[in-house]
């Protein structure tokens, strides 16, 4: 069966000039993990940025961003087929996808993965163009309801943000920045199919990107977190949350010490990541006891001029436990082609993966 699963994909790479071709992919390896659809009682879950083809066209990614880079291995066309033999393989019940390009969603992806049982949900960032997709598993799981938002919509619109939107005011520079960003957060409520009690939150993001961001993502993650929590503690009391996604966060920032110890201090370093004419101290909290779930491994981005570990798998420890975390490929396997992306490599993040139990 595993044969048979991959012969489209199989024909794609024999022609064209993908001869040149992968050869053995970082994933080859992890697929013998997850051969098989894990059992009832069993989430496996998947969070991955995919790289969009916006990002990677350009002629700034193709010179300085990937040089290393075989050009052809930067194509859309190229990196879809691959991406879904890659997630095709993770037989996931579970998958957040960022930096999906809406075409990429609407032509390949949505397509490709009805064909393995997965039903696909998609969120745009306005001005990007590219976006957040969450696949589920629709014999495990029926949709409930939708609760996407726009972090700079939220935060001016939403009377839950009041007192952080009236805090934020007081930093105008900080505040107009938050405002320009077009960051979403998509938040699906899904129900059990064989056990209809059994409800899960599932929230993604891709928090904003510039590596003295840290104060913007802050706000960010604060409007997140107040928003799940409108979610899973008011309209559905207690359901059990998953947050994946991109955070652009090391486990040594603010963002990541707020979502796991459930609060920040107003001293904290990343309030003035961009200064001290940028700062805009506050002291945050939220209710979740949230745990990574696939720990804090040493990078889950890697490129030429940096690598670190920047997206997770949050999980809620009350209702949730790690069965197993699926092992990323080895350095040498991402190193093979000197960084990601590469010809056996579609994005420049690498998939986490893992399988949780309910408790």
Known sequence: DGEQRYGPAREVESSGPVEAGPGACTFDARHLYTKKVCGPGSVRAVSYNILADTYAQTEFSRTVLYPYCAPYALEIDYRQNLLKKELAGYSADLICLQEV???VFVDSLAPALDAFGLEGLFRIKE???????????????????????AFSEALLSEPLHKELCEQLAKYPLVQEKVLQRSSVLQVSVLQSTTDPPRKLCVANTHLYWHPKGGNIRLIQIAVAMSHIKHVACDLYPNIPVIFCGDFNSTPSSGTYSFISSGGIAEDHEDWVSNGEEERCSMSLSHPFKLLSACGEPAYTNYVGGFHGCLDYIFIDKNALEVEQVIPLPSH?????????????????????ICDLKWK
């Open 127 to 149: 001005k990007q163009h590219e976006g957040l997709a969450t696949f589920y598993r629709r014999d495990k799981f029926s949709l409930l309801s939708q609760h996407d938002i």
């Open 101 to 103: 390009d809406k075409s």
């Open 332 to 352: 040498e396997e991402i190193t093979t082609h000197q960084a990601l992306p590469s010809v056996s490599h579609p994005s420049d993040h690498i998939a986490l």
